[in-house]
């Protein structure tokens, strides 16, 4: 089956920094690549999510790329704010299968 | 528009028991999944049901169990607890279904603790 690795389990940035989560995933024939957000105490929620047929995607300070052959993604969050400070995880699906996680990222923004 | 509501928030069990968790999807959506979120292995996906059927299933004994109803709540059960059964579980409603672009929509989870 699918295997999601995600790196690194931890970042802290400076405010105003880039920060850049990677995945790498096992199946090519996964062809849709979530990225969701958690904070303290709620559930996670989708940001911005990715198809095989495209190769990046922006959403404001928010961007993913996807390289299909290397068969990695990477989440890039520009001009970090405090509120940006979250866990993140990447996914990856095929099809009708069942999203397949990394196991998440915690971001600390540093004002 | 109200969100996908979890119940219990908190519950405490002891080795042994067993525990039913529930779950309300966004209203008119079909599907219902469930994982199971631990520090040491992230989201780990249970089951989906869609439309009162068992879609797909995670790599988990057969403790854990669940159904959905008619109305698409869900609840899942996990029985004989043990110790490594505490975590949060979380629920996710969608519309169409676990498929390529279906956004899952989390509730904010059962934290589970088993002594």
């Known amino acids: 089956g699918e295997n999601v690795e995600q790196h690194p389990s931890t970042l802290s940035v400076q405010e105003g920094d880039s920060a850049v989560i990677k995945c790498t995933y096992s199946d090519s024939a996964s062809n849709y690549f979530p990225w969701y957000k958690q904070e303290l105490g709620k559930g996670p929620q989708l940001i911005i999510d990715i198809r095989s047929n495209v190769g990046e995607k922006k959403d404001q300070r928010i961007a993913v790329t996807l390289n299909k052959t290397a068969k990695h993604f990477s989440l890039h969050i520009t001009e970090t704010q405090p509120e940006d400070s979250a866990v993140y995880f990447c996914?990856?699906?095929?099809?009708?299968?069942?999203?397949?996680f990394g196991k998440g990222t915690r971001l600390s923004v540093i004002a | 528009k109200a969100g996908v509501t979890q119940t219990p928030r908190y519950l405490i069990k002891t080795r042994g028991q067993q525990v039913t968790l529930s779950c309300s999807p966004i209203s008119g959506h079909r599907s219902v999944s469930w994982y199971q979120q631990t520090p040491g292995q992230g989201l780990q996906f249970l089951f989906e049901y869609f439309s009162e059927t068992q879609r797909n299933k995670g790599n988990f004994p057969g403790r854990f169990s669940g159904r959905q109803f008619s109305n698409s709540r869900s609840e899942m059960n996990v029985s004989t607890l043990e110790l490594g059964d505490s975590a949060l579980y979380l629920c996710?409603?969608?519309?169409?279904?676990?498929?390529?672009?279906?956004?899952?929509?989390f509730g904010e989870g059962s934290r589970l603790t088993v002594l």
């Open positions: 996914a990856a699906s095929m099809g009708n299968t069942p999203l397949v």
């Open positions: 996710a409603s969608s519309l169409s279904g676990q498929v390529v672009g279906g956004e899952l929509f």
